[in-house]
Nanobody, 130 residues
Framework: QGQLVESGGGLVQPGGSLRLSCVAS????????NGWFRQVPGKGREAISC??????????HYEDSVKGRFTISRDHAKNILYLQMSSLKPEDTAIYFC?????????????????????WGQGIQVTVSS
């Protein structure tokens, strides 16, 4: 069983930037779809970006809410997933989670539902406020 650990969250002013990292152990991120999700109290977990397994070309998908502001990437050698967040808005405030889907790998990541991801990090708080 794998372990995912997020870091890099915190408090940032509107318009600022943060980079989240997700260090994986026991699971090779390259072999699987990986995703970043976020959740605010009282709401469900929202998918924001994902990257497909290397078997299907590591294609990348962004939800409209973050497109053009966030960048997902994966370091194969270090086995780390990143989320570079720029032009942050107060509505980006949430707990952010990284996840990997180890039960399948042959579809583009945007075709998977959040419940299909089976390895999750513990989550990290991102607060955008002046």
């Amino acid at each position: 069983q794998g372990q995912l650990v997020e870091s890099g969250g915190g408090l940032v002013q509107p318009g600022g930037s943060l980079r989240l990292s997700c260090v994986a152990s026991g699971v090779n991120l390259d072999y699987h779809a990986n995703g970043w999700f976020r959740q605010v109290p009282g709401k469900g977990r929202e998918a924001i970006s994902c990257i497909s397994s290397s078997a299907v070309g590591s294609t990348i998908h962004y939800e409209d809410s973050v497109k053009g502001r966030f960048t997902i990437s994966r370091d194969h050698a270090k086995n780390i997933l990143y989320l570079q967040m720029s032009s942050l808005k107060p509505e980006d405030t949430a707990i952010y989670f990284c996840a990997a889907l180890t039960s399948d790998y042959i579809r583009p990541c945007e075709e998977y539902e959040p419940y299909e991801y089976d390895e999750w990090g513990q989550g990290i708080q991102v607060t955008v406020s002046s």
